[in-house]
Nanobody, 121 residues
Framework: QVQLVESGGGLVQPGGSLRLSCAAS????????LGWYRQPPGKLRELVAR???????NYADSVKGRFTISRDNAKNTVYLQMNSLKPEDTAVYYC???????????????WGQGTQVTVSS
């Protein structure tokens, strides 16, 4: 299993920046992809950004040009740099990992506990 621990959330004013971190640990063969999702109050969880092992990225249209996902493979850590934050970015942000337990085994998913991001003046 993969354990994911997020950090870096908090309260920020509109136009400000935050950087979220998610450290992966546990027993796995490889991590195929790491991503960030968010769940605004009263809404469904949605993809924010995702980064594959091969380096491919995809972003939600609402965050393109403002958010950047990156990864430190040596530390098994994924980051989400969030700039020009807006009140509508307020949500609980969750880290997600797709991983394998063996070279040819199936892909499993794991979620972090979430970190609150609040954008408000």
């Amino acid at each position: 299993q993969v354990q994911l621990v997020e950090s870096g959330g908090g309260l920020v004013q509109p136009g400000g920046s935050l950087r979220l971190s998610c450290a992966a640990s546990g027993s796995f063969f490889s991590i195929n992809a790491l991503g960030w999702y968010r769940q605004p109050p009263g809404k469904l969880r949605e993809l924010v950004a995702r980064l594959t092992e091969g380096g491919s990225t995809n972003y939600a249209d609402s965050v393109k040009g403002r958010f950047t996902i990156s990864r430190d493979n040596a530390k098994n850590t994924v980051y989400l740099q969030m700039n020009s934050l807006k009140p509508e970015d307020t949500a609980v942000y969750y880290c997600n990992a797709d991983f394998r337990r063996s070279l040819t085994g199936p892909v499993f998913g794991s979620w972090g506990q979430g970190t609150q991001v609040t954008v408000s003046s």
